[in-house]
C-alpha cells in the first residue's frame, strides 16, 4: 500500500526556517519523482516543488525560489523540504506527492499534509 | 507558463444529475509525438488531502466509479460526473503536467441542489 506521511510542520516566526519531511512506503522508491504542493487556509492547491527520481531534475515554484530547497535521502525513502526566510503568505498545508514515474511531472498519490504558519 | 481556467468556480446538482466541469489551457498541453493529452482531474472532498481522479484527460485511475469521466482536445478539457451522488460533494481540480511548473485549475466547488 502506497504511503506518503509528511511531518515537520508548526508555528514559526517571518524570517525564519523549518524542514519538512515526507517518509513514504509500499513502493520503490528510486524509481518516482516528487512534488510538494501546498494549500493555503481556504484557498487552491499551489505546487511548490518537484525533485526527479535520479535528482537530475529539481524545480521550484517562482515564489519560493531561493528560499526553499527540496532533497531526498533513498537511505531513508524519505524527501525533504527546506524553507528559509518564511513569509506570511508561506502559511499553508503542505502536501508531498509522488509522482507515476521519474520525471513525470504528473501525481498519483498524496499525503495528508502538514501545517505550516508564519506568524509573530 | 501554462495556465489552467477552471469554470465553474461552484456548482449545485441535484443527486442523480450530471455535473460538468471545465477547465482550459492557455498552451496545448498535446504531446505529438504520444498523442497524450497532460491533464489530470483531482477530487478534494472536505478535511482530506486530494485523489487521483483522471489522468491523461481521460484515463481513470483504478477504483475510480465509472461514473467520473474525463475529455479534451490540446486546450479545452471537462471532467463528468455522470449521476451525483452525496460522497460525490467536493473541491475538484484539473492540472497540466505537460511542463513545469505543473500548475492548477482554480477549483471547482461542487455541491447537492
Known amino acids: 500500500q502506497v504511503q506518503l506521511a509528511e511531518s515537520g510542520g508548526g508555528v514559526v516566526q517571518p524570517g525564519g526556517s523549518l524542514r519538512l519531511a515526507c517518509g513514504t512506503s509500499g513502493f520503490k522508491f528510486d524509481n518516482y519523482g516528487f512534488h510538494w504542493v501546498r494549500q493555503a487556509p481556504g484557498k487552491g492547491l499551489e505546487w511548490v516543488a518537484f525533485i526527479a527520481n535520479d535528482e537530475s531534475n529539481i524545480y521550484y515554484a517562482e515564489s519560493v525560489k531561493g528560499r526553499f530547497t527540496i532533497s531526498r535521502d533513498t537511505s531513508k525513502n524519505s524527501v525533504y523540504l527546506q524553507m528559509s526566510i518564511l513569509r506570511g503568505d508561506d502559511t499553508a498545508l503542505y502536501f508531498c506527492?509522488?509522482?507515476?514515474?521519474?520525471?513525470?511531472?504528473?501525481?498519483?498519490?498524496w499525503g495528508q499534509g502538514t501545517m505550516v504558519i508564519v506568524s509573530s | 507558463d501554462i495556465v489552467m481556467t477552471q469554470s465553474p468556480a461552484s456548482l449545485a446538482v441535484s443527486l442523480g444529475e450530471r455535473a460538468t466541469i471545465h477547465c482550459k489551457s492557455n498552451q496545448s498541453v498535446l504531446n505529438k509525438y504520444n498523442d497524450k493529452k497532460y491533464v489530470s482531474w483531482f477530487q478534494q472532498k472536505p478535511g482530506q488531502s486530494p485523489k487521483l481522479l483522471i489522468y491523461w484527460a481521460s484515463t481513470r485511475e483504478s477504483g475510480v466509479p465509472d461514473r467520473f469521466s474525463g475529455s479534451g482536445s490540446g486546450t479545452d478539457f471537462t471532467l463528468r460526473i455522470s449521476a451525483l451522488q452525496a460522497e460525490d460533494v467536493a473541491v475538484y481540480y484539473c492540472?497540466?503536467?505537460?511542463?513545469?511548473?505543473?500548475?492548477f485549475g482554480g477549483g471547482t466547488k461542487v455541491e447537492i441542489k
Open positions: 492540472q497540466q503536467y505537460y511542463s513545469i511548473p505543473p500548475g
Open positions: 506527492a509522488k509522482g507515476p514515474s521519474g520525471k513525470s511531472y504528473g501525481i498519483d498519490v
